[in-house]
C-alpha cells in the first residue's frame, strides 16, 4: 500500500515537500511517479524517477520548480515543490510503474496511493 503526506494549504510562492512510503511491499526495483488531480480535470503526469534515481522526467508546468527523489533504505519517494501557484491546487498521488525506468503514461502505471490534498492560495 502506498501512502502519501505532506499536503496543505500553502500560499503562492512557498514549498512543500511530499513524500510517498510504501508498508510491506518494496518498489525499489521500479520506477515511481507522481501525478496531480485537479476538480473537473483529468490526472495528469507531474513527475517520474527511475528505480536508481538515475533519470527522472518532469512535465513542462512543473520543471524548474519540482524536483523528485527517492531513497530506496527507506522505501520513500519525495517531490520538492517549490514557488508554488494556485493552479498547483489537486489531489497529489503517487504510482509504481511496472517498469524501472520512468513513465509519464498513468496507464503504465500498477499500484496507487490515495492521493494528499494541496491547496495554493494567493
Known amino acids: 500500500q502506498l501512502v502519501e503526506s505532506g499536503g496543505g494549504l500553502v500560499q503562492a510562492g512557498d514549498s512543500l515537500r511530499l513524500s510517498c512510503t510504501t508498508s510491506?511491499?518494496?518498489?525499489?526495483?521500479?520506477?515511481v511517479g507522481w501525478f496531480r488531480q485537479a476538480p473537473g480535470e483529468e490526472r495528469e503526469f507531474i513527475s517520474s524517477i527511475s528505480w536508481t534515481g538515475g533519470s527522472t522526467l518532469y512535465a513542462d508546468s512543473v520543471k524548474g520548480r519540482f524536483t523528485i527523489s527517492r531513497d530506496n533504505a527507506l522505501n520513500t519517494v519525495y517531490l520538492q515543490m517549490n514557488s508554488l501557484k494556485p493552479e498547483d491546487t489537486a489531489i497529489y498521488y503517487c504510482?509504481?510503474?511496472?517498469?524501472?525506468?520512468?513513465?509519464?503514461?498513468?496507464?503504465?502505471?500498477?499500484?496507487w496511493g490515495q492521493g494528499t490534498q494541496v491547496t495554493v492560495s494567493l
Open positions: 510491506g511491499r518494496t518498489f525499489s526495483s521500479f520506477a
Open positions: 504510482a509504481v510503474a511496472g517498469s524501472s525506468r520512468p513513465q509519464t503514461s498513468i496507464y503504465q502505471y500498477d499500484y
